[in-house]
């Protein structure tokens, strides 16, 4: 009998707050970061392969789908053989990954796709391995990965990223998103950025969060990395003007961008700010709610 495909969802993140605190001996920086886990996803179909060796394909709006590497660059296949040698087994899947998020967006798209990858093959084998363990293979693969790993609606990041501390949230919240043509690339925006020594801290934004409340929400909403993707990226910098132009209240950009978004108070307010956004025609623009 044909194997069936089991079908999951690879959810994208928000970054509500970012501080760079510093730069490390490593070449990253140590952040502190407050992210939240979106409905926005692309979905992630595994097959288990009957002829050995895993193979990804990619479907979605040709946009998005032709510029996703399908070889082990791809974060999904490195996910896999990272869980392979780590659970000690040898079983290979085919893998559709049916892309929404685009890339190079601050949306974390690629990072949902490795965390999803680890937590489902964990579950398909029967959880060979534990939740500390699927942290360390996702530290080990990037700064992100860990904040899915962690399952939570809201975290605060810490360390690379990869230090998550979840959050209770009084949501669901609601966002419209937009993003110009052109993406940002993480390690140009970090290399732009010029330090400061005056920090900020999440705590207004944790409280917003916890309360409840868009208007504090709105006016906590901070990410260092701003200025720096601004200069890389002007179609970027004007969107983001016009976004809070339009919408009447303070936009912001999720972790190097090129997403920018604003926050609305519920579905009916976002269905009106997506159509004012939509005025702008950018690139892409959508609601995103908290999950
Ligand atoms: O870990 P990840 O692959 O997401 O990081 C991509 C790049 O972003 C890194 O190679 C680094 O240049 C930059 N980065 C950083 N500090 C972080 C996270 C990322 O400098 N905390």
Redesign the pocket.
């Known amino acids: 009998m044909p194997a069936t495909a089991k079908t999951f969802r690879s959810p994208s993140k928000l970054n509500l707050f970012l501080e ?1 605190l510093g ?2 001996d490593d ?5 502190e970061t407050v992210m939240v886990r979106t409905d926005f996803c692309d979905e992630l179909a595994f097959t288990e392969a009957e002829n050995g060796g895993c193979k990804l394909a990619v479907a979605g709006a040709p946009e998005l789908a032709r510029n996703v590497p399908v070889d082990e660059s791809n974060l999904i296949l490195r996910a896999v053989r990272e869980f392979q040698r780590a659970a000690n087994v040898s079983t290979e899947w085919k893998i559709d990954l049916l892309k929404a998020i685009p890339m190079e967006a601050g949306l ?1 798209g690629g ?1 949902g796709n490795a965390a999803t990858t680890l937590i489902v093959l964990n579950e398909l084998c029967g959880n060979p391995l534990s939740r500390v363990q699927l942290h360390q293979i996702a530290a080990g ?5 860990n904040f899915f790993v962690e399952d939570c609606v809201a975290g605060v990041c810490t ?4 230090q998550v501390q979840a959050i209770e949230i009084a949501g669901p919240f609601h966002f419209v998103v937009a993003r110009p043509s052109t993406g940002n690339s ?2 140009a ?3 732009k950025l010029n330090h400061s020594d005056q920090k900020r801290d999440a705590a207004k934004i944790i409280e917003a969060l916890q309360a409840g409340s868009v208007p504090l929400l709105q006016d906590a909403l901070f990410n260092r990395l701003t200025a720096a993707a601004c200069e890389l990226n002007s179609p970027m910098k004007s969107l983001l003007q016009q976004l809070a132009t339009v919408c009447g209240r303070p936009a912001a950009m999720s972790g ?1 961008g090129s997403t920018c978004y604003v926050c609305c108070h519920d579905e009916a307010d976002a269905n009106v700010m997506l159509h004012r956004v939509q005025t702008l025609k950018p690139d892409f623009a959508a609601i995103l709610r908290t999950l």
């Open positions: 760079v730069r490390r070449g990253f920086h140590e952040l974390a990072s693969l990037g700064s992100d990965i360390g690379r990223g990869e993480t390690p925006v970090f290399n190097s």
